[in-house]
């Protein structure tokens, strides 16, 4: 069964970093690209940015520039996903969510998410 | 950004009823929009993509269409398991933007 399978919840405090971890499981990673999608509490989606499994190149929103950085590990078919400089407005919910390959890019959506991993930040 | 503009922010429904939501994009976005549906505490669930292509295994009661930038998502005869919220997002430019949600909710 295809699945991407992330890390567990982390508690930090204001001013640290935190690193999620996204593991493809029952398909090839380096097929499928990787977003990643925040949601802090009672709140909407928000995109993070995304990921070639293959290059490793990037693109993340405008918001998130300078703060975060998205790597991956082909060998064990994980990405992953650093945030620095946490606030308390970074205290949401991280997914990660495959993207199949497709022209033009992007077309047929998020597919498959990973089951998300809580961040809080407090201190 | 595009902004993606979705109302209703919730609605009242009943089994057996049809359900529209509606998103409209703040410029062109062609056919990229998908919809999501996500329960409490649960990852989002992709049902359409390309605005109106049915994801692998989404039953046909869930539908949509586009006119212009104004794009709506339905249900038709809504079942128990449908109360959930539903996002819109558009994959058209970067940064990807969604849509506030709609929490569908039991009459």
């Known amino acids: 069964q295809m699945q991407v399978v992330q890390s567990g919840a982390e508690v930090k405090k204001p001013g640290a970093s935190v690193k999620v971890s996204c593991m493809a499981a029952?398909?090839?990673?380096?097929?499928?690209?990787l977003h990643w999608v925040r949601q802090a509490p009672g709140q909407g989606l928000e995109w993070m940015g995304w990921?070639?499994?293959?290059?490793?190149?990037?693109k993340y929103a405008q918001k998130f520039q300078g703060r975060v950085t998205m790597t991956r590990d082909t060998s064990i078919s994980t990405a992953y996903m650093e945030l620095n400089r946490l606030t308390s407005d970074d205290t949401a919910v991280y997914y990660c969510?495959?993207?199949?390959?497709?022209?033009?890019?992007?077309?047929?959506?998020?597919?498959?998410w990973g089951q998300g991993t809580t961040v809080t930040v407090s201190s | 950004d595009i902004q993606m503009t979705q109302s209703p922010s919730s609605l009242s429904a009943s089994v057996g009823d049809r359900v529209t939501i509606t998103c409209r994009a703040s410029?062109?976005?062609?056919?990229?929009i998908n919809w999501y549906q996500q329960k409490p505490g649960k990852a989002p669930k992709l049902l359409l993509y390309?605005?109106?292509t049915l994801q692998s295994g989404v039953p046909s009661r869930f539908s949509g269409s586009a006119s212009g930038t104004e794009f709506t998502f339905t249900i038709s005869n809504l079942q128990p398991e449908d109360f959930a919220t539903y996002h819109c997002?558009?994959?058209?430019?970067?940064?990807?933007?969604f849509g506030q949600g709609t929490k569908v909710e039991i009459k």
């Open positions: 969510a495959r993207d199949p390959p497709s022209v033009p890019a992007f077309y047929y959506g998020m597919d498959v």
């Open positions: 029952g398909y090839n990673f380096t097929n499928y690209g």
């Open positions: 990921i070639n499994p293959i290059s490793g190149s990037t």
């Open positions: 410029q062109t976005i062609g056919n990229s």
């Open positions: 390309a605005t109106s």
């Open positions: 997002q558009q994959s058209y430019g970067l940064p990807q933007t």
